[in-house]
């Protein structure tokens, strides 16, 4: 199973857990894994489209994923819900 990374301000939803395992092949699976087991992470990371909010990156096994939600992972992946910084 994939560990999933749960940034701070999501922790509540997870029972305070930093990192979570789910099954899945895509992001997309990952999280309705998580949703499944942790109501309401998925409103918190998705805009209504279903597409990853702006204010998160999302980095697979290292690399920043330009794909979202559509992103392949192996069951050895690891997922990061980074916030993306911003100011000026």
Do not use: C, Y
């Amino acid at each position: 199973m994939a560990v999933v990374w749960i940034p701070p301000l999501l922790r509540s939803l997870t029972g305070g857990a930093a990192q979570v395992r789910a099954e899945g092949t895509t992001v997309q699976d990952v999280l309705d894994n998580l949703e499944a087991r942790f109501p309401g992470l998925r409103a918190r990371l998705l805009d209504a489209q279903g597409q990853l909010k702006p204010s998160f990156a999302l980095v697979v096994d290292g690399a920043v994923s330009r794909q979202g939600v559509r992103h392949l992972v192996r069951p050895d992946s690891e997922i990061h819900f980074v916030l993306a910084m911003s100011g000026g």
